[in-house]
């Protein structure tokens, strides 16, 4: 089987997928790319490129398996965690596995969207905007998905939607308190044992203690699970790899606000 | 009897897709139809099994699941019966991705669509202050705004005009997949084919410009393998709007 993993710092979705990389035991080469540079959308060796073309997540890792992009962060962790032959990340449990997917499935919809926009606006925005126009040109016609586009281009104008901005703040609050109801039973993780839940709302979660502390000044279980999830061997491994001095506050275009309000 | 009870609309959308899986499955179930354009998912009997107000859920034993994908997922794990999903990772890898980009992407803007033109219309002709007092008892916030909008008609041009943008790029890339393989995702019927069978099969009466014969081949073979199947008949018949009526009409122009 021909695989690579590209990925962006370890934060976000490439957070989760590294670390679930990291736990699965599979020996899949990582090859950094530029996020910020557009090197998502000029990838070698593609035959298949639909899942980047047309992804939700935005700019989230690409696993590329026999010319095939795959995206996702959430099913790319499923895929390593299946293709290990099971390595711990789901839970065997019918009813537990749809927990933990009703879990990530709020993670992603809800609280991905609102901190990759609050983390773009507080640590890329200014670098976006200062990519020289041609360069940008250049970079936002090899984006394929205009949505995914559209939101480049926001963030190269400067511009910034309050209620969006309102939203996205109160959605991080929402997620660290329904963190911290979840932990309220003493729990050590969010589904009991350490799964693909821990990693994504850790990916998405922990740059915002960063961005909005207010989220978590009322969930000292939540800032406590952080710290036990930041010391599982497969997140230490993953942020390892990091370039940037901080890699929570390295982030690029994500997924999109619901349209439906 | 049974342990398992649905409670669902019309076998369409997201209803449609736990009623499917349990009768490919094979497993019995008590059918608890909720009208949705009567607004039963907001009233307080329904509301005391799912709290959120959403449609569908699914009881087993004492438990209550939501999110018609996820209740799609757990139903095929949790009982024996044919296999709905792939066992090569990267085929259910492809699966997954599939059903998301229905469910947050597609399916959304297939939504506004059928809102704007078809619930927002039937639920206008109510009397204002019983559709206020409706709209005020939706516990989740978003479909506040989601009903207000599809009963006011107050969706944008540009936010139609984008749906409508989405719908026939979808379309198209549904067309190029089903070149590829011959199920969504995968050589094999799988949960993928049930989701976005629920969202695409009148796509040849209500999008004739975009789905046809000549058109969307691929997508034509496609629907008529599954309209074909023995639990999608079954399905269709526990249908009580002349949304069945439409599938009869879909089956006599593609079959």
Redesign the interface.
Known sequence: MDAVLYHGEPNGASLTVLAALVESGLDTPCQPIDLLGGARHKLPGIAEPLAIDLGIEGEGPVLVVNGEAMTESVFLAQYLDELAGGCGLQPDDPYAHWEMLMWCRQITERLSPAAALLGNLANSQASIAAIPADDFAALSASVVSDDLRARWQALHDGAVDAAHVADSEAKVDQAAARCEDKLADGREFLMGDFSIADLVTYSWLAGMELIRPESFVAAPLTAAWLARVAARPCVVAALALANHAEPLRSWAPGPEINRWG | MTDVTLYHWEPNANSGKPMLALMEKGVPFASHYIDMLQFDQHKPEYLAVNPQGTIPAMTYGS?V???ST??M??VN??FAGPELMPAD??D??RV??WM??MD??LG?SFS?IGWSVFVGPMVRKRDPEELAAAIDRIPLP?RR??WR?AINGDFSES?MA?SR?RVA?GIA?LE??LGKRDYVGSDAYSLADINIFNSTYSLPLSQPDLASREKTPNIMRWLKRVYERDAVKRTWAMGKTDLAARYSLVMEGIV
């Open positions: 438990r699941l939501t999110e996820a209740i997922e757990y794990a949790a990772a990267q259910a890898w997954r991705w998301k980009f947050q992407w959304p506004m978003e705004v989601a909008k936010e984008e943008r790029l890339k190029e997949e």
